[in-house]
């Protein structure tokens, strides 16, 4: 699938602020399975520099300073490139019985595993899918990622951080972001390694074009695998990820700080055409 973004993102202040540091997100990520062709990120005001970086999680970005006062800041993107079907290694499947055996990776995938604090509610509920799966970690994630979207009501939502899980869980409602971290969330607790993918997805033809987020899970002899339980399938070949982390707030498009007086707001004009 070829695919062109035009992403603008603007902030307006009722009054004058100076802007800190920015890291910008908004980078198509080659996974081999993604081709970029072009990508170019300009801001205004002008920054005193900006500059190219791999973020702590290897995902490509970009950082910004600035001086004097502004009450904008407006953030344009445009990409494109060239995704391919994802087509999975194979794997030995009498190993992927749950909990999965990580040998001396587990240690390398210690945050990616992280399940404490997680609320009881979501406990009981991923163990009750564990059971209904018998125990198979291909038949949990399925389950899993159809279950959430046939259970939950998707409410998109333009800003903010996402819901904990047992809230998303409890409310039975929520947006893709909401989605995948209350996937993530079951899957670690089955002690399957799970992270979070910030991205583009195609919208329907007269919907409202929006960023996307889905999850990936590590499997022993796969790697990383993408699940969308906002669309209770795999990810594939319209999925366009800009950024993976093992928490929602560290694949951000946008993160940074200002200081003043001042109340902001954002507008967002974001388009994704795919030819």
């Not at 999975?88 to 009498?94: E, S």
């Not at 796969?222 to 990820?241: K, L, R």
Request: hydrophobic share 40%.
């Amino acid at each position: 699938m070829r695919f062109k973004i035009r992403h603008v993102t603007t902030y307006r202040y009722d009054k004058p602020v100076a802007l800190g540091r920015h890291l910008f997100r908004m980078q198509p990520r080659p996974d081999g399975f993604l081709t970029p062709h072009a990508f170019s990120l300009s801001v205004y005001p002008p920054p005193l520099g900006l500059a190219p970086l791999l973020d702590l999680e290897g995902n490509l970005a970009h950082v910004a300073w600035f001086g004097g006062e502004t009450q904008e800041l407006r953030v344009t993107v445009r990409s494109a490139g060239e995704t391919r079907l994802r087509t999975p290694l194979l794997a030995d499947l009498d190993t992927l019985n749950l909990p999965l055996d990580y040998g001396g990776d587990r240690v390398k995938l210690f945050s990616y595993l992280w399940a404490e604090g997680i609320d009881p509610s979501v406990a009981d509920f991923a163990r009750q899918l564990a059971r209904e799966s018998q125990l198979q970690t291909f038949t949990f994630l399925e389950t899993l990622n159809v279950r959430l979207r046939e259970t939950l009501v998707n409410v998109p939502r333009m800003t903010g951080h996402p819901f904990s899980p047992e809230v998303t869980l409890a409310g039975k409602r929520g947006s893709c972001r909401d989605f995948a971290v209350l996937f993530i969330a079951c899957c670690r607790l089955q002690g399957i390694a799970a992270r979070f993918v910030s991205g583009y997805v195609p919208a329907e033809a007269g919907d409202r074009q929006h960023m996307h987020a889905w999850a990936e899970v590590y499997l022993p002899g796969m790697g990383w695998q993408a699940y969308d339980p906002t669309q209770g399938g795999s990810a594939g070949e319209s999925h366009i990820p800009v950024a993976a982390a093992a928490e929602a707030i560290d694949a951000g498009p946008v993160v940074g700080f200002y200081s003043g007086q001042a109340e902001s707001e954002m507008a967002v004009d974001l388009t994704v055409s795919v030819s």
